[in-house]
């Protein structure tokens, strides 16, 4: 036996179906998600809006509508209220900043060595390298000193591990 909200699903599938096909008016795309536009009886001004986001499977219905320019101006602001252009928003974001500071660089790099000039040994190289994994950075080994890129938290995290610690070789950033 189904239950009520299967019911109610299937219903407004065969309600799209059969209206696509009979009572299709137009159907447009706001970015990317997919419109379509259906009158909700033959000869009537009443518009239904179904409306198809890019993640979506299915039509879902967004409502009825007393004309076509309501239709129109809703689906619109659904559609802007939606955020379905993240990327988008995100890209204009860094543009502005990049307008106004600059080029715009999320990681930050630190660079360590021993205070007394020594290279760093092996075990502790090793044990940066766990833990720079851990965090999701990006380390290098080079003439004895390890370079390790990330985001400013994460690099003040792996900071006060290692920075200052007897057991480590007494470390300092360059």
């Not at 009443?46 to 986001?53: E, G, H, N, S, Y």
């Not at 890019?54 to 004309?67: R, T, W």
């Amino acid at each position: 036996m189904k239950t009520f909200v299967e019911l109610r699903n299937q219903l407004d599938e065969i309600n799209f179906k059969q209206d696509h096909k009979k009572n299709h008016v137009s159907s447009t795309k706001i970015k990317n998600t997919e419109v379509h536009y259906h009158s909700e009886k033959k000869g009537s001004k009443k518009i239904r809006v179904f409306v198809k986001p890019k993640s979506a499977k299915d039509f879902e219905e967004l409502g009825v509508f007393k004309d076509m320019n309501t239709a129109k101006k809703s689906a619109e602001q659904f559609v802007k209220l939606m955020g379905e252009d993240l990327d988008e928003g995100v890209s204009i974001l860094k543009q502005i900043v990049e307008k106004v500071d600059g080029p715009v660089d999320l990681d930050e790099s630190e660079t360590y060595r021993r205070r007394d000039g020594k290279p760093i040994d092996k075990q502790t190289i090793k044990q940066m390298e766990r833990m720079a994994r851990d965090y999701k950075m990006k380390i290098k080994v080079k003439d004895g000193k390890v370079e390790v890129s990330g985001a400013k938290k994460k690099m003040n995290d792996f900071g006060m591990i290692f920075v200052g610690r007897s057991r480590y070789g007494d470390l300092t950033t360059v």
